[in-house]
């Protein structure tokens, strides 16, 4: 770690504490979702379409209900409330399919039954008379005119623009234009958990434990569809095994608690991998076409970006995925014209959704090959050109956002010497002929948080009766470290032993809401809130102490022993758990932080994000051009994510999206006919294992925010962010072909080699 000064408490900002559940999780003690069980508890199961596009005739379930065993079964006309679901504003999903399925799998009944094979042979008995419609299967064809309606609104279900200068001026004035079109495919999300939920009836409604990234909008979810107020139902998670931007399945959670209310008995209802394969949520696959302007002297002088991206068949995450690829369609570079434009549209194909990047990497990608190929087109060095466009303190971002503690330039200027000065991944002697070896690389910046939107972190802070101090956030640990941060957190701003703080995660019964975990938001936003309710808690304990005491606050002091935390100055001592006795467990206080940004006009400008992670990836690749097969070598990682509250975590981040990003791509790939998915397990899904890993080096060049937690900002999504950009500029420097197409598979590395030997001399 090199940079700025840590701030005062050495002993816990900047350590590499455990996270509280690793024990549990490597000895199998951990108890996720699926583990939990309950008395005569029943399990429910999806009767799933067969079509990706259907008109629902008849559906006759006599069968069904027949069978010993089977307790209910429950359609669309059985939902009391409303049958949509949404994590955005759109709320156009079904629960169940009423007239018509939109997508291969979608639910169109629910059985609940005594075993799980139970249900399953009621649903195969549960018969769906359908009239097929036409599938639509690419976004392009679903925008022409005579294409088939999926949308209540049509097929186009989200434009956005981002516009700054005169794009179009500027490139027919520019020097040199690259012009570009890159395509990315549909990745599954692969966390180890599939989804799971239990149900059970409590005297006044249901309680939920869900596999989830926010128990709150379940909540509300579930309300809307039970038609109930939302005091009836709790929701809480369990330990989640891996999210990624997916666990976000409303429907999943609504149709186990129409189940439970229906037969007033526990319910559980889990995927098996290859149900979860066909409905949980994708990363969008895009088309996307880039026109970069600029100077002999390689000044950017325009970006313009078309990009398409496939919604699937429900908005779920679209309306705010999309803007967020069209406000770093730039990348982090300054640029005085741009017209960044993005459009979601509906197909046949499953939901797209929230995936680790929230939409960048594909971005990314398209946007640094473009870097490459323009340096190559002005015969410069591809760092030199970034070097020379790199966004400073004080530029302006293509929304018109003045920025404030860039790092762009040192960042690219480390990754540069190490990268030249590096001799581990430099062979011995003399490749074979038919193998090529070289570096290439990718810049980003990510914004943290909501776009343009408000985004409060909220927590609570308590003495709680074992003396112990306890903050409350309901934004749950998806595995990757927030409480264990958040109570280093707290530990520091409250000056005492992080032993004595406990961190409440995801609880609607004793959490407030403070938002989802998704959008790299958890460090930077629901840590401020962390840090302002830790201190007005010690403020709040100081004064109870001086109001018992008589004693002013300014002498008093909270300190942690080997007995605990203690109250103490000028003569006068007192346990925290004494304190708590005494004021009747009365010591609380609550703190929100809602970061300062605006929302984007129509235009696209605005102040989208009040923080911002930068960063370089470098790549070095090995080529077989025989075989196509892609090695990566090592993976260079060199980032400012504000001071790093806990190394090793921001480590294990780190690693853990360069492999993410590395299978992104090379491998990754949903395969889809007519609707549905054709490689739905992971023999056939090629994930990257521990064997394919590179090296990998880490460098956190520290430089603290002045807006976040001790300067701290977040690493989640943009860890992955620019690795396969990075990977797909060394494979194309290695090679001379141009690699425009992800993933990198066999066949794409050795189509592309073959069109470029076959190119005229």
């Known amino acids: 770690m090199k940079g700025a000064a840590r701030p005062s408490d050495e002993n816990v900002i900047g350590r590499s504490v455990l996270k509280e559940d690793a024990r549990d999780k490597v000895t199998g003690g951990a108890r996720y979702a699926a583990d939990l069980w309950r008395p005569a508890m029943l399990y429910g199961k999806a009767v799933r379409a067969t079509h990706a596009h259907a008109i629902i005739r008849k559906v006759d379930s006599a069968d069904a209900l027949r069978m010993e065993g089977v307790r209910a079964i429950i359609t669309a006309s059985d939902i009391p409330g409303k049958n949509r679901i949404g994590m955005t504003g759109a709320k156009d999903q079904r629960v169940l399919a009423e007239d018509r399925v939109r997508f291969w799998g979608e639910a169109v009944a629910l059985v609940a039954a005594v075993s799980p094979e139970l249900a399953d042979e ?42 700054k200068g005169d794009c179009e001026r500027a490139l027919a004035e520019a020097e040199v234009v690259v012009e570009g079109e890159y395509r990315t495919s549909p990745v599954e999300h692969a966390y180890i958990e599939p989804e799971a939920v239990l149900v059970e009836p409590t005297d006044n409604g249901i309680f939920v434990w869900s596999s989830t990234k926010s128990v709150h909008l379940d909540q509300a979810e579930i309300a809307g569809v039970l038609g109930w107020p939302l005091d009836r139902i709790g929701v809480a998670a369990p330990v989640i095994g891996g999210s990624f931007g997916g666990k976000s399945d409303l429907a999943l959670n609504a149709m186990a608690s129409l189940l439970a209310v229906r037969t007033k008995a526990s319910v559980a209802m889990g995927y098996d991998r290859e149900e979860s394969f066909q409905v949980s949520t994708k990363r969008h696959a895009c088309v996307i076409r880039y026109k970069h302007g600029a100077r002999k002297d390689g000044t950017l002088t325009a970006v313009k970006m078309d990009l398409i991206a496939d919604a699937g068949a429900y908005n779920d995450y679209t309306s705010v995925v999309l803007p967020r690829m069209a406000i770093h369609g730039a990348g982090p570079y300054r640029v005085p014209n741009v017209m960044l434009e993005v459009r979601g549209v509906h197909t046949n194909n499953p939901v797209s959704g929230a995936m680790r990047g929230f939409g960048q990497p594909q971005v990314a990608f398209g946007c640094e090959r473009q870097m490459d190929r323009l340096a190559a087109a002005l015969g410069m060095d591809p760092w030199d050109l970034r070097l020379k466009n790199a966004l400073e303190d004080g530029d302006t971002s293509a929304t018109g956002q003045v920025l404030q503690g860039v ?20 062979p011995a002697g ?39 101090v306890r903050v409350c956030v309901g934004s749950p640990d998806i595995g990757q470290g927030s409480t264990t941060v958040l109570g280093q957190i707290t530990a520091a701003a409250m000056g005492i032993s992080i032993d004595h703080v406990k961190v409440v995660t995801a609880d609607t019964r ?31 304990i100081l004064q109870k102490a001086a109001k018992l005491s008589g004693i002013e606050v300014r002498e008093l002091s909270l300190t942690s ?39 984007l006009d129509e235009e696209g400008r605005g102040n989208p994000y009040a923080f911002y992670t930068y960063g370089v990836q470098a790549a070095c690749v090995r080529v077989n051009t025989f075989t196509g097969k ?21 480590t294990g981040q780190v690693e853990g999206g360069i492999v993410m990003g590395a299978g992104f791509a090379l491998g990754e790939e949903i395969r889809l006919e007519h609707g549905r998915v054709i490689n739905p397990n992971f023999d056939e899904y090629m994930l990257l294992t521990s064997v394919d890993a590179p090296e990998m080096e880490v460098v956190a060049v520290e430089e603290p925010d002045r807006e976040g937690p001790f300067g701290a900002k977040g690493i989640g999504e943009p860890a992955l962010v620019p690795t396969a950009g990075a990977i797909a500029n060394a494979v194309s420097r290695a090679t001379g072909g141009d690699f425009r197409h992800l993933p990198l598979s066999l066949e794409e590395v050795t189509s592309t080699l073959a069109a470029k030997e076959g190119e005229p001399a």
């Open 122 to 163: 009621a649903c195969r008995r549960v018969k769906i008379e359908y009239e097929p419609l036409p599938v639509l299967e690419d976004p392009e064809t679903a925008l022409r005119p005579d294409a088939p309606v999926i949308g209540e609104k049509g097929n186009l279900c989200v434009y956005r623009k981002v516009a």
């Open 407 to 426: 790092t762009m330039r040192g960042l690219l200027e480390e990754a540069r010497a190490r990268v030249f000065e590096d001799e581990s991944v430099r």
């Open 430 to 468: 003399d490749l074979p002929f038919f193998e090529k070896e070289a570096w290439g690389m990718a810049c980003f910046h990510y914004g943290n948080g909501r776009t343009g939107l408000p985004n409060p972190g909220v927590a609570d802070g308590l003495v709680d009766p074992e003396g112990l």
């Open 510 to 540: 004793c959490t407030p809401d403070s938002g989802t975990t998704s959008g790299t938001r958890l460090t930077a936003i629901v840590g401020n809130a962390v840090k302002l309710v830790a201190r007005r808690l010690k403020e709040e």
């Open 561 to 599: 022993g080997p007995e605990g935390l203690l109250v103490s100055g000028g003569g006068f001592s007192m346990s925290l758990k004494d304190l708590f006795l005494a004021f009747d467990g009365t010591i609380k206080a609550g703190a929100t932080y809602d970061p300062p940004v605006t929302p």
């Open 630 to 650: 892609v090695a990566v070598r090592k993976v260079l990682a060199v980032y400012d994510a504000g001071t790093v509250i806990n190394p090793v975590l921001f």
